[in-house]
T-cell receptor
């Protein structure tokens, strides 16, 4: 069965600090996809990134970067120079390639950026 | 704005009642997913429809059912409601099908259901 673990329940940092959110996953599939979503206080889920299991290149998008390491089954998310608007709950998710392609979510990490 | 719409935004009802949640996917998306978010269970997949047909079921109770209509909008029906059904219900849509790899899912704003 697939499982996603986000061990950090809550993180609090001061604005402009860098912060890394950890995500560890379990799956028996050799091909799969990983995702990150952001849930701001308003409640909607916002898509951030999709990465397939064959692509281990790190990705950078502005202040956001993602580090995928298949050897440790991790897909960590770093925010550089954090801002108050980054405050949200962040979810890591895993999806199979075949079948329903449903998202299996971790429990989420609540990130608070203090001014 | 993800392009996925859900109505109503809030719903308050009593135990034993039945409610219907509605979702309109993004233009062009054929897949609709329903998820439940609660404090104790987190985000859980309920059911998926693709182009009008049920594709997969997750942790969906027998009291719950869904359908996708020819215009691709979907409805989630919750009946014999219990206090524990109080949660945020999300609809998500994506373009994809099996074998192509999962496309990203875009989520609606959710319907917050409170059962009293």
């Amino acid at each position: 069965a697939q499982k996603v673990t986000q061990a950090q329940t809550e993180i609090s940092v001061v604005e402009k600090e860098d912060v890394t959110l950890d995500c560890v996953y379990e799956t028996r599939d050799t091909t799969y996809y990983l995702f990150w979503y952001k849930q701001p206080p308003s409640g909607e889920l916002v898509f951030l990134i999709r990465r397939n299991s064959f692509d281990e290149q790190n990705e950078i998008s502005g202040r956001y970067s993602w580090n995928f390491q298949k050897s440790t089954s991790s897909f960590n998310f770093t925010i550089t120079a954090s801002q108050v608007v980054d405050s949200a709950v962040y979810f890591c998710a895993l999806s199979e390639v075949e079948g329903a392609q449903k998202l299996v979510f971790g429990q989420g990490t609540r990130l608070t950026i203090n001014p | 704005d993800s392009g996925v719409t859900q109505t109503p935004k809030h719903l308050i009802t009593a135990t034993g009642q039945r409610v219907t949640l509605r979702c309109s996917p993004r233009s062009g998306d054929l897949s609709v997913y329903w998820y439940q978010q609660s404090l104790d269970q987190g985000l859980q997949f309920l059911i998926q429809y693709y182009n009008g047909e049920e594709r997969a079921k997750g942790n969906i109770l027998e009291r719950f059912s869904a359908q996708q209509f020819p215009d691709l909008h979907s409805e989630l029906n919750l009946s014999s409601l219990e206090l524990g059904d109080s949660a945020l219900y999300f609809c998500a849509s994506s373009h994809g099908t099996s074998g192509v790899g999962p496309y990203e899912q875009y989520f609606g704003p959710g319907t917050r259901l409170t059962v009293t």
